[in-house]
């Protein structure tokens, strides 16, 4: 059992950055895949980016290339970072961290593919 905490949501101007950190905890020594996702109000969890297991690959949404960057701070990816800059009331959303123990170079972009999520943390962002 793998379990995330997400942090560093919160309120944003249009234009400000903010930074978002999932923690993952478990009994496995191999590497997670991770991923976050958002989910505005009145709409359906939709992909935000992704890291493989390795660390090398790097995956965005169109709408938030360039303006967002996922990192990780181990090898691990046992604690991954989502930095957004530029931000809009677009993004306003739940943003949720996901992992799966599955080792890819190419992480999905679907739900079904995460076998961990977060609890989510909120992300307001006023024009």
């Known amino acids: 059992q793998v379990q995330l905490t997400e942090s560093g949501g919160g309120l944003a101007q249009a234009g400000d950055s903010l930074t978002l950190s999932c923690s993952a905890s478990?009994?496995?020594?191999?590497?997670?895949?991770m991923a976050w996702f958002r989910q505005a109000p009145g709409e359906e969890r939709e992909f935000v980016s992704a890291?493989?297991?390795?660390?090398?690959?790097?995956?965005y949404a169109n709408s938030v290339k360039g303006r967002f960057t996922i990192s990780s701070a181990n090898t691990k990816n046992s604690v991954i970072y989502l930095r957004m800059d530029t931000l809009t009331p677009g993004d306003t959303a739940v943003y949720y961290c996901?992992?799966?123990?599955?080792?890819?170079?190419?992480?999905?972009?679907?739900?079904?593919?995460?076998?961990?999520w977060g609890q989510g943390t909120q992300v307001t962002v006023s024009s």
């Open positions: 996901a992992a799966t123990l599955t080792q890819t170079r190419a992480p999905d972009r679907r739900e079904s593919s995460y076998d961990f």
């Open positions: 478990g009994r496995t020594a191999s590497p997670y895949t």
């Open positions: 890291i493989s297991s390795d660390g090398r690959y790097l995956y």
